[in-house]
């Protein structure tokens, strides 16, 4: 197990100044592969998804996705960048069996994109320029399944199974330059900034963008320096940080745990860290310099991707709103208060709140039920409110069923509950509990009979005047219906008793 | 002669137009190939130029050709003008239905789920595929003798190399089994086994015949081209096999331009004929510089102008191959480790890891001379050595095609002889690397340029009576130059000999009969 030595994060950010660096992974959902003709597809049976130019048989050639370059150029444009007029592909040599040829094709020291910046909006609205260095094409590896192990890595395993479905997926890998100026922010920008790109692929429709997928894959540099000093300090990178939530946690710990070894007067060592999501820690991988040698060199098999200035503005008119303009928008459309968005978008539901206005619900109801329900339960479970499967659709028949007086809040949120549990529809929910409200007056008027019979005290107050007392009675009758009762109906009932009228 | 011994003298065009004429079969013609190969490939004094021999689907290729002409009309006369007329394949170009190794054990055994483009182009012809040739292990070397299944003996001298790589195509059609074959050329492994064994060899245009399917020695450089008897039956060939596929991205857009008309031009008037000054002379066996001055003669004699052009960048040529050459086969040759397919050899002790059984496999899978070029090419592209290396010698790769477009600034098709000397005795330079590398000086500047080169026969050597090999060199997608001054080369040597070259070639069948002289084999299958 684990057993770095953290300091606490406060003391950190006291002693030092973090320096972040990201590179994030984008697999494009191109009909076809990066260099084959193979479909582009997840969750198929292995090694079924794969033709010759895949499984790196001899003879074979690639031949680039057009696609793939088009969706390239478009996160590029998102991302502010230059595009290339001309870039070639290189070849990244090492020998590993989930790459087909013991090389990648990727894009090395001519980018098709660069130069770039996002601009990424904090929790408090603070608006955090983050610089981007370059976007290029690659591929994807093969999966690798280590076997026999206890912990599913390589290491203790007895063998391993390789799926080449995903070797050749087209990629493309986002780089930062070094941002510098975070401070104790950094874990929140860290998943500021996955978040925005995550947005923004989505919105460009060029990747499924769901991260539990590995859509969108994470590799997260951390590094401290004293305040003061310029000269950055040794850096980690922890790989494949998949959730927004263990990408704000893993800088966190990664921040705790430099500064507990710059503390102890060691030095960091350069090196790959993996994450672990069950103790949000990580633990030491590879080690990795600066002097890694992959033996680049410019891919001969295939030629330059030219994009015509021509097509490069094409591309750029077709643009989705950027992100920013587009939550102006949303928050004028829908009508919310700055700080309720505020809270929208920071607790990550804005798409999800979106989708659920489109599949019919009002603004408000939109807001309440995520805000109110769902990001609750998503804390409570420690996943990301989207990843717990709430389809906008029931929201809907949810709150129809609130408005219709089929039933109230209190038991909308317990059929929320059975259908997070897998119980069904809303509707057959409903059915199985036998949940329904009381609308009869018949009952009601006896349970009211005996609540205001306990309470004579407050029945005698409401007579008075004292209106705002009728909440202790409406108590009672609910508790006496055991929440069946429709709460407004049934105070209408209590005052029009007590002859009382407001 | 026997009927069969005329049968398969004939040219590919001359078998052709009897096949289209009725007055043979492709059945007859496949046979009598076949039955060739069976007297005077194997034994121990075999030319051992077939790897395979697939004369099941030969014969079945050639009876339906056989059957399409027998009963006519449409089908008939769509045939291509070469349905029926056998072909022998390079074992480096993948086919379905037959194995492919590239002259390696890490391949032996392995069968390709796909066919090359060139194939497929071959049986979109109809042309019956004889079989796979031998070959240097994935393309590597000039003599044939770095095959893991043993030297292919040149039909001129049994006890002379076939020249390399594809020594095994070059000898098939030397030795009368099979009218044509396809070869690849990287440094010059079709044109120079083309010289050394009396027969036409062309390297095309790069980009101008589709590399898919051929297992890539260096990506840059290779390409896959005719070998043949006459320039004209080259020309038939490279017209089947070329032009665009989508599936090769180095694949030029641009249509063929009609090779095998240009081969029946007939006439060299006027045409501006550019002598390097770098490729000859020095360093050149005597027999072969008399003949490069014979066809040089005749040449001029036809109309041609003849010039003299200099291109100084020649003499780093060489040197910058081999280091371009050995980085791109590096990476290319990476993916045989044992995991996927082919060859797989697991560590005798020790951990059963991945590295290890990969480097197992590479260690008993490979030959010495891959193995040279592996770590050759491994350390041209380390860090710290990449801009040394392998960046210097792209410059150089820049300088040599600025030095040929000058050159075609004075002059049409530029000429030398294709190799600096005759076949050498098998073995000679087995333990000299750089000897080896030295035989392919005049051929590999058109692959470092990327422009065509053919390559004819141009006589004996007088001392040692071995055939000699004529280079015509001509701009990039000009193909159709070469065959048009090849071809017109060729009739007037053929006048003066009064017949081809080939028809004084030793009578092969006798000789391989013969007792075993000397026991050469590759150093690597022993």
Same mark, same amino acid.
């Given at each position: @197990?684990n057993?770095?030595?953290?300091?606490s994060?406060e003391?950190a950010?006291?002693?030092?100044d973090?320096v972040?660096?990201?590179?994030?992974?984008?697999?494009l959902?191109?009909r076809?592969?990066?260099?084959?003709?193979?479909?582009n597809?997840?969750?198929?049976?292995?090694?079924?998804?794969?033709?010759?130019?895949?499984?790196?048989?001899?003879?074979?050639?690639?031949?680039?996705?057009?696609?793939?370059?088009?969706?390239?150029i478009k996160i590029?444009?998102?991302?502010?960048?230059?595009?290339?007029e001309?870039?070639?592909f290189?070849?990244k040599n090492?020998?590993?069996?989930?790459?087909?040829k013991n090389?990648q094709?990727?894009?090395?020291d001519?980018?098709i994109?660069y130069d770039?910046?996002?601009?990424?909006e904090?929790?408090?609205?603070?608006?955090?320029?983050?610089e981007?260095?370059?976007a290029?094409?690659?591929?994807d590896?093969g999966k690798?399944?280590h076997?026999?192990g206890?912990?599913g890595?390589?290491?203790?395993?007895?063998f391993?199974?390789?799926?080449?479905?995903?070797?050749g997926?087209?990629?493309?890998e986002?780089v930062?330059?070094p941002?510098?100026?975070?401070?104790?922010?950094?874990?929140?920008?860290a998943?500021?900034?996955?978040?925005a790109i995550?947005?923004?692929?989505?919105?460009?429709?060029?990747? =499924?963008a769901?991260?539990?997928?590995?859509n969108?894959?994470c =590799?997260? +540099?951390?590094?401290?320096r004293?305040h003061?000093?310029e000269?950055?300090?040794i850096?980690s990178?922890?790989?494949?940080? +998949?959730s927004?939530?263990?990408?704000?946690?893993?800088?966190?710990?990664e921040?705790?745990?430099h500064?507990?070894?710059?503390?102890?007067?060691?030095?960091?060592?350069?090196e790959?860290?993996?994450?672990?999501e069950?103790?949000?820690?990580?633990?030491?991988g590879?080690?990795?310099?600066?002097?890694?040698?992959?033996r680049?060199f410019?891919?001969? =098999?295939l030629?330059?991707?030219?994009?015509?200035?021509?097509?490069?503005?094409?591309?750029?008119?077709t643009?989705?709103?950027?992100?920013?303009?587009?939550r102006?928008?949303?928050?004028?459309d829908?009508?919310?208060?700055?700080?309720?968005?505020?809270?929208?978008? +920071?607790a990550?539901?804005m798409?999800?709140?979106e989708?659920?206005?489109?599949?019919?619900?009002?603004?408000?109801v939109?807001?309440?039920?995520? @805000?109110?329900?769902?990001?609750?339960?998503?804390?409570?479970?420690?996943?990301d409110?989207g990843?717990?499967?709430v389809q906008?659709?029931?929201i809907?028949?949810?709150?129809?069923?609130?408005e219709?007086?089929?039933?109230?809040?209190?038991m909308?949120?317990?059929?929320?509950?059975g259908v997070?549990?897998g119980?069904?529809?809303?509707?057959?929910?409903v059915?199985k509990?036998?949940?329904?409200?009381?609308?009869?007056?018949?009952?009601l008027?006896e349970?009211?009979?005996?609540?205001?019979?306990?309470?004579?005290g407050?029945?005698?107050?409401?007579r008075?005047?004292k209106?705002?007392?009728?909440?202790?009675?409406?108590?009672?009758?609910?508790?006496?219906t055991r929440?069946?009762?429709d709460?407004?109906?049934v105070?209408?009932?209590?005052?029009?008793?007590?002859?009382?009228?407001? | 002669?026997t009927e069969?011994?005329?049968l398969?003298?004939l040219?590919?065009?001359a078998?052709a137009e009897?096949?289209?004429?009725g007055e043979?079969?492709?059945?007859?013609?496949?046979?009598?190939?076949?039955?060739r190969i069976?007297?005077?490939?194997?034994?121990e004094?075999?030319?051992?130029?077939?790897?395979?021999?697939?004369?099941?689907?030969?014969?079945?290729?050639?009876?339906?050709v056989?059957?399409?002409?027998?009963?006519?009309g449409?089908?008939?006369e769509?045939?291509?003008?070469?349905?029926?007329v056998?072909i022998?394949?390079?074992?480096?170009i993948?086919?379905i239905?037959?194995?492919?190794?590239?002259?390696?054990?890490?391949?032996e055994?392995w069968h390709?789920?796909?066919?090359?483009?060139v194939?497929?182009?071959?049986?979109a012809?109809?042309?019956?595929?004889?079989?796979?040739?031998?070959?240097?292990e994935f393309a590597m070397?000039?003599?044939?003798?770095?095959?893991?299944?043993g030297?292919?003996?040149?039909?001129?001298?049994?006890?002379r190399?076939?020249?390399?790589?594809?020594g095994?195509?070059?000898?098939?059609?030397?030795a009368?089994?099979a009218p044509l074959?396809?070869?690849?050329?990287?440094?010059?492994?079709?044109?120079?086994?083309?010289?050394v064994?009396?027969?036409?060899?062309?390297?095309?245009?790069?980009?101008?015949?589709?590399?898919?399917?051929?297992?890539?020695?260096?990506?840059?450089?290779?390409?896959?081209?005719?070998?043949?008897?006459t320039?004209?039956?080259s020309?038939?060939?490279?017209?089947?096999?070329?032009?665009h596929?989508?599936?090769?991205?180095?694949?030029?857009?641009?249509?063929?331009a009609d090779l095998?008309?240009?081969?029946?031009?007939?006439?060299?008037e006027?045409?501006?004929i550019g002598?390097?000054?770098?490729?000859?002379?020095?360093?050149?066996?005597?027999?072969?510089?008399?003949?490069?001055?014979?066809?040089?003669?005749?040449?001029?004699?036809?109309?041609?102008?003849?010039?003299?052009?200099?291109?100084p960048?020649f003499?780093?040529?060489?040197?910058?191959?081999?280091?371009?050459m050995?980085?791109?086969?590096?990476?290319?040759?990476?993916?045989?480790?044992g995991?996927?397919?082919?060859l797989r050899v697991?560590?005798?002790?020790?951990a059963?890891?991945?590295?290890r059984?990969?480097?197992?496999?590479?260690?008993?899978?490979?030959g010495d001379?891959?193995?040279?070029?592996?770590i050759?090419?491994?350390?041209?592209?380390s860090a710290?050595?990449?801009?040394?290396y392998y960046?210097?010698?792209?410059k150089?790769?820049?300088?040599?095609q600025r030095d040929?477009e000058?050159?075609f600034?004075?002059?049409?098709?530029?000429?030398?002889?294709?190799?600096?000397?005759?076949?050498?005795?098998?073995g000679?330079?087995?333990?000299?690397?750089?000897?080896?590398?030295?035989?392919?000086?005049?051929?590999?500047?058109?692959n470092?340029?990327?422009?065509?080169?053919?390559?004819?026969?141009g006589g004996?050597?007088?001392?040692?009576?071995?055939?000699?090999?004529?280079?015509?060199?001509?701009?990039?997608k000009?193909?159709?130059?070469?065959y048009?001054?090849?071809?017109?080369?060729e009739?007037?040597?053929?006048a003066?000999?009064?017949?081809?070259?080939?028809q004084s070639?030793?009578?092969?069948?006798a000789?391989?009969?013969?007792?075993?002289?000397?026991?050469?084999?590759?150093?690597?299958?022993?």
């Amino acid at each position: @197990m684990n057993t770095d030595a953290i300091l606490s994060f406060e003391e950190a950010m006291e002693k030092y100044d973090p320096v972040l660096g990201f590179e994030v992974h984008v697999e494009l959902n191109t009909r076809t592969k990066m260099f084959s003709s193979a479909p582009n597809v997840f969750g198929d049976e292995p090694n079924t998804n794969v033709n010759e130019v895949d499984l790196g048989m001899p003879g074979v050639l690639p031949v680039v996705n057009k696609t793939a370059v088009e969706s390239s150029i478009k996160i590029g444009l998102a991302l502010n960048c230059k595009i290339a007029e001309s870039c070639r592909f290189a070849r990244k040599n090492y020998f590993y069996p989930d790459t087909p040829k013991n090389f990648q094709t990727s894009q090395y020291d001519e980018p098709i994109a660069y130069d770039g910046y996002l601009d990424v909006e904090l929790s408090d609205g603070t608006v955090f320029r983050v610089e981007i260095e370059r976007a290029h094409m690659e591929e994807d590896a093969g999966k690798l399944t280590h076997m026999g192990g206890a912990t599913g890595r390589i290491h203790g395993a007895d063998f391993s199974l390789v799926d080449y479905n995903r070797a050749g997926v087209p990629l493309v890998e986002i780089v930062t330059k070094p941002i510098e100026g975070a401070g104790s922010r950094a874990p929140e920008l860290a998943k500021a900034y996955v978040a925005a790109i995550r947005e923004i692929v989505k919105n460009l429709g060029v990747s =499924d963008a769901r991260m539990e997928r590995g859509n969108v894959r994470c =590799d997260a +540099n951390v590094s401290l320096r004293p305040h003061g000093r310029e000269r950055f300090g040794i850096r980690s990178e922890t790989k494949n940080v +998949n959730s927004l939530r263990a990408v704000e946690h893993a800088v966190r710990y990664e921040i705790q745990r430099h500064a507990a070894v710059l503390e102890a007067g060691e030095p960091v060592i350069q090196e790959t860290r993996h994450w672990h999501e069950d103790s949000r820690t990580t633990t030491s991988g590879r080690a990795k310099s600066d002097a890694d040698d992959y033996r680049y060199f410019p891919e001969p =098999d295939l030629v330059p991707v030219v994009p015509s200035r021509e097509w490069v503005e094409e591309l750029r008119a077709t643009l989705p709103e950027p992100p920013a303009a587009r939550r102006k928008r949303l928050q004028a459309d829908w009508g919310y208060s700055d700080l309720e968005f505020r809270d929208v978008v +920071n607790a990550g539901v804005m798409d999800e709140i979106e989708e659920t206005i489109a599949a019919g619900a009002s603004a408000s109801v939109a807001r309440k039920w995520w @805000m109110g329900e769902i990001v609750g339960r998503a804390k409570a479970a420690d996943v990301d409110p989207g990843q717990l499967g709430v389809q906008p659709a029931t929201i809907v028949e949810l709150a129809r069923m609130v408005e219709d007086g089929k039933i109230n809040n209190k038991m909308a949120s317990q059929v929320l509950d059975g259908v997070l549990a897998g119980e069904g529809t809303p509707a057959e929910i409903v059915e199985k509990r036998g949940l329904a409200v009381v609308s009869d007056d018949g009952p009601l008027l006896e349970a009211i009979d005996a609540a205001l019979a306990a309470q004579p005290g407050v029945a005698d107050k409401i007579r008075g005047g004292k209106v705002q007392a009728v909440g202790a009675i409406v108590g009672g009758v609910m508790k006496a219906t055991r929440g069946q009762a429709d709460a407004g109906r049934v105070r209408e009932l209590i005052l029009e008793k007590l002859g009382v009228t407001v | 002669m026997t009927e069969t011994n005329e049968l398969i003298r004939l040219s590919a065009a001359a078998l052709a137009e009897k096949l289209a004429a009725g007055e043979v079969t492709s059945v007859e013609a496949t046979q009598a190939y076949l039955d060739r190969i069976a007297e005077v490939d194997g034994g121990e004094r075999g030319i051992n130029a077939f790897l395979h021999v697939n004369a099941e689907e030969a014969l079945a290729v050639a009876a339906e050709v056989d059957a399409i002409r027998a009963a006519g009309g449409a089908e008939a006369e769509a045939l291509h003008v070469l349905a029926g007329v056998p072909i022998a394949v390079k074992d480096l170009i993948v086919t379905i239905g037959q194995p492919t190794t590239a002259g390696s054990k890490i391949l032996e055994g392995w069968h390709s789920p796909y066919d090359a483009t060139v194939v497929e182009r071959l049986r979109a012809a109809k042309m019956p595929i004889l079989g796979k040739t031998n070959l240097d292990e994935f393309a590597m070397g000039s003599s044939t003798e770095h095959s893991a299944y043993g030297p292919t003996r040149n039909p001129w001298d049994l006890d002379r190399i076939p020249g390399g790589s594809g020594g095994g195509s070059a000898a098939a059609v030397a030795a009368f089994e099979a009218p044509l074959a396809l070869g690849t050329d990287t440094g010059g492994s079709i044109r120079q086994p083309g010289a050394v064994t009396g027969t036409v060899g062309v390297k095309p245009t790069y980009g101008s015949v589709s590399r898919y399917g051929a297992i890539a020695m260096a990506s840059s450089l290779d390409q896959i081209g005719p070998v043949s008897r006459t320039v004209l039956d080259s020309a038939l060939l490279h017209q089947v096999i070329g032009g665009h596929d989508p599936r090769d991205s180095t694949s030029l857009p641009d249509p063929l331009a009609d090779l095998v008309a240009a081969a029946k031009t007939g006439n060299v008037e006027g045409l501006r004929i550019g002598i390097i000054k770098e490729l000859h002379g020095e360093g050149y066996q005597a027999g072969v510089e008399n003949r490069f001055r014979d066809a040089l003669e005749l040449l001029k004699e036809a109309g041609a102008e003849i010039v003299e052009v200099s291109c100084p960048n020649f003499q780093y040529a060489l040197g910058a191959y081999y280091l371009i050459m050995p980085s791109e086969a590096s990476s290319n040759l990476a993916k045989f480790d044992g995991v996927r397919y082919g060859l797989r050899v697991l560590p005798e002790e020790g951990a059963m890891t991945i590295e290890r059984v990969m480097g197992a496999t590479r260690a008993a899978g490979f030959g010495d001379e891959v193995k040279r070029r592996i770590i050759l090419g491994t350390y041209a592209l380390s860090a710290g050595y990449y801009d040394a290396y392998y960046g210097s010698a792209q410059k150089v790769r820049t300088l040599v095609q600025r030095d040929f477009e000058a050159a075609f600034t004075v002059a049409d098709v530029l000429i030398s002889p294709t190799a600096p000397t005759t076949a050498f005795p098998l073995g000679e330079k087995l333990d000299d690397p750089l000897a080896m590398y030295l035989n392919d000086v005049a051929t590999i500047p058109a692959n470092l340029a990327g422009i065509p080169g053919l390559s004819l026969p141009g006589g004996l050597a007088d001392e040692d009576g071995l055939p000699v090999g004529i280079q015509l060199l001509a701009p990039a997608k000009e193909d159709a130059r070469l065959y048009r001054v090849g071809a017109v080369l060729e009739s007037l040597l053929e006048a003066k000999w009064g017949g081809p070259l080939l028809q004084s070639a030793p009578d092969l069948a006798a000789a391989v009969a013969g007792p075993v002289e000397t026991l050469v084999g590759s150093q690597e299958a022993k």
